[in-house]
């Protein structure tokens, strides 16, 4: 029996992908753009909606990659600064929902300082009846307690930590929100390639090389085993804000 040609190029593809991970020359210019992109703030240039969305463009693309394949009908993101990041999840929502793949989809955000010309932004966004806002800290019990009772009957759940980058409030996200993850939905941690840059580089932030979203996946997944990294998707971005960050639940 011949292949289905789209099964043939994703085949194909995977297999290109993976082979980056051993392309020295690839993992290098990576390294090197990496730093110059930061310190120029390359992310904080795009927009999502008329939103900004403090991301770069390539971790979107992966983020709409897996939001089709999982069909998640909730998204818990932690951090919400201008509010872009929860629009787009609310987008792809929309068009699941549009598609006949999932039904009344919603986006949880939590910011522990909401700004008021944000929420305002957001509230008169076209997507706002889409999206519920908590204002307080993403570790704070009485919000996870909030957080949990929504996602109850929610049938795929997935969540994105963008809020405080330290290694132990990470690590306490981790821990919070991890059960609420479906199996084979993802936990997709951002900013974990501040572990990559040279010391110095995140001048005036708590968090820098050793403490930060990396150094706390890699303490969370020696504890649970119910996730692992999806090198895939690193792999075939090259560049990301994200390397390490997009974790699978596999049972």
């Known amino acids: ?36 992109i930061v310190k120029s703030k390359y992310a904080y240039n795009f927009f999502w909606l008329g939103v900004p969305i403090i991301q770069a463009p390539q971790d979107l693309q992966a983020m709409q990659e897996i939001i089709w394949q999982v069909k998640p009908d909730l998204i818990i993101e932690t951090g919400i600064a201008w509010g872009g990041s929860i629009l787009f999840s609310a987008s792809m929502l ?17 910011d522990i300082d909401i ?12 997507l706002n009846k ?4 908590l204002e307080g800290s993403s570790i704070d019990e009485n919000i996870i307690t909030k957080v949990r009772e929504f996602a109850k009957d929610k ?10 980058h330290t290694h132990n409030h990470v690590l306490n996200e981790l821990r919070a929100y991890a059960p609420m993850v479906s199996v084979g939905s993802y936990f997709m ?16 932030r708590p968090w ?6 990396k150094t706390a996946v890699w303490e969370f997944l020696k504890e649970n085993k119910n996730f692992n990294i999806d090198k895939t998707i690193d792999s075939k971005l090259i560049l990301t804000g994200s390397p390490d960050g997009f974790l699978k639940r596999i049972r």
Not at 115 to 126: D, S, Y
Not at 130 to 133: L, N, P, R, V
Not at 189 to 204: F, K, R, Y
Request: with cysteine; net charge negative.
């Open 208 to 213: 820098g090389k050793g403490n930060n979203p």
């Open 115 to 126: 700004r008021q010309h944000n929420k305002e932004a957001i509230l008169a966004h076209p």
């Open 1 to 36: 029996m011949t292949e289905n040609p789209l099964e043939q190029f994703r085949k194909e593809s995977l297999e290109r992908t993976r082979s980056y991970q051993d392309d020295k020359n690839l993992q290098e210019a990576w390294q090197k753009f990496h730093e110059q």
């Open 189 to 204: 941690v951002g900013d974990t390639g501040v572990e990559d840059l040279p010391v110095g580089t995140t001048i005036n």
């Open 94 to 110: 929309a068009i699941l929902e549009v598609c006949d793949q999932i039904e009344n989809g919603q986006v949880v955000g939590i």
């Open 130 to 133: 889409k999206i519920t806002m």
């Open 155 to 164: 049938k795929r759940v997935m969540v994105f930590l963008d809020s405080n």
